[in-house]
């Protein structure tokens, strides 16, 4: 399928409904359960580890998709392929399982939260940032799951940022679930407005997160810190949004979908060779990566498109050799390139500049513009919480100004949920260490 070979055998080509499965299916193993089904869960668990792609700088960046027909799409709602991973790994006895399920958790996971969290599709772009429970809780459930079976303390503490959305830390800023009722609302639009339905699917994952925070009290303590002060996240540039130049066209599909994917804005930009478009860059987070969403065709030879800012080249994006349609909807794939150069930290910004080369048009959706270390600092009950992930390829200690009283605690883990390094600070900027494709926690 466009060039991957994908696992034929999970249920309605889902790795989502599949891991579904998986779950219960662990549970009746451990239980004495063997015969059949066991090797029904090894091979589900196996087709659910075949679908993790990317890695801390690619997207989607270590999680696991959850459909095999697209390698362009991900959402939150249902995802819970890492906790299935976790149970089947204990179940069956094989690490390499729950090897998958952390890069998800501790590689993906952070950068998902960072974003906004729960995003309800990635399509590859953050196309729809409505949110809802249901993808809510399956984040908490995930990296309980995975923090138990790695022994990763680490991950808990994610999960109290995961939880966090219950309580405020999400485009509303307002709590989605009701203690004195129980009920939780349908979810918070991209622009921020609660839906105040309260339908059975929402109530019945909002009630599963509770009472998940109910066995660990640690992580219901977190998730109650949970009003945003300060994000540094990726922001999304529009290709249509760009100055052109030369045979260079805004073009809009029939349809923004595209039969496996989205094209971001429903528009994307045709260059023909030697055109540009330029696109600004703001100057608020430092150094940044560039990653642009192009449409790239089956053929091996085809366009290029060749990237600058201030004048210096970050890299040149193949719009060809997507590989064989396969069992795709439709030939060839939206893809997010991660380029290998970095835009410099500008004051007043960058702009940034793609030119097309080749003899053949080139179709560039969107580009996602990547703070080479992220962060979330969030506030409440006279506590402060700060999450940071790094795209960096070194070390880094970086200032962060986290409310609260009392001393700070800053706790470095690698990609794996790994602890590398602790440490206390006293007063609002506390020094955190970040580890390439790691993250940091901070609490006081």
């Known amino acids: 399928m466009d060039g991957r070979r994908m696992p034929a055998w999970l249920i309605f080509d889902g790795a989502d409904a599949s891991a579904e499965a998986v779950l219960g299916l662990s549970a009746y193993v451990r239980a004495g359960g063997n015969g059949p089904a066991r090797e029904v869960l090894r091979r589900l668990a196996e087709g659910i580890e075949r ?77 729809d940032r409505s949110q809802i429970a249901y993808g809510a809780d399956s984040r908490v459930q995930n990296l309980l799951a995975v923090a138990e079976a790695a022994h990763a303390p680490g991950l808990r503490k994610l999960a109290g940022n995961a939880a966090s959305w219950y309580f405020g830390n999400n485009d509303s800023g307002a709590a989605t679930y009701d203690p004195a009722t129980g009920r939780t609302f349908d979810g918070v639009e991209a622009g921020g407005k609660v839906n105040r339905n309260s339908g059975a699917e929402s109530t019945i ?51 923004a979908w595209t039969g496996e994917s989205q094209w971001s804005g429903g528009r994307y930009v045709s260059l023909g060779p030697g055109a540009s478009l330029s696109l600004d860059v703001p100057g608020d987070a430092g150094a940044w990566l560039a990653m642009p969403v192009v449409h790239r065709t089956e053929g091996r030879t085809g366009g290029r498109s060749a990237w600058t800012a201030a004048g210096r080249s970050l890299g040149t994006v193949r719009h060809s050799g997507a590989g064989a349609q396969g069992v795709s909807a439709v030939p060839g794939v939206l893809e997010m390139a991660t380029l290998p150069g970095r835009i410099a930290a500008q004051r007043d910004g960058s702009v940034l500049r793609a030119t097309g080369s080749g003899k053949e048009r080139v179709r560039v959706d969107a580009v996602l513009v990547q703070p080479m270390i992220e962060r979330m600092v969030l506030a409440g009950g006279g506590h402060g919480r700060a999450l940071l992930r790094s795209f960096d390829t070194e070390r880094r200690v970086v200032p962060v100004a986290v409310p609260g009283r009392g001393t700070a605690t800053v706790v470095t883990y690698d990609g794996s949920g790994r602890q590398v390094a602790r440490s206390h600070a006293v007063g609002e900027q506390v020094a955190a260490l970040v580890v390439p494709g790691g993250f940091t926690v901070i609490e006081r």
Do not use: C
């Not at 952390?102 to 952070?110: I, R």
């Not at 945003?228 to 996240?233: T, V």
């Not at 760009?242 to 029939?254: K, S, T």
């Open 51 to 127: 679908m993790s792609a990317g890695s801390a700088r690619v997207w989607p960046f270590g999680a696991t998709l959850p459909y095999a027909k697209s390698r362009a799409i991900w959402h939150a709602w249902g995802s819970q392929m890492p906790a299935a991973l976790a149970h089947a790994s204990r179940a069956l006895n094989d690490r390499s399982l729950l090897d998958t399920a952390v890069a998800d958790t501790a590689g993906f996971t952070p950068h998902l939260l960072i974003g906004g969290g729960p995003d309800q599709a990635w399509l590859p772009t953050p196309a």
């Open 205 to 255: 994952h909002g009630l599963l997160t509770m009472l998940a925070l109910d066995a660990a009290p640690d992580v219901a303590a977190s998730a109650r810190v949970a009003g945003l002060r300060d994000r540094q996240n990726p922001r999304l540039l529009e290709a249509e949004d760009a100055r052109l130049r030369g045979d260079a066209e805004v073009v809009r599909p029939e349809s």
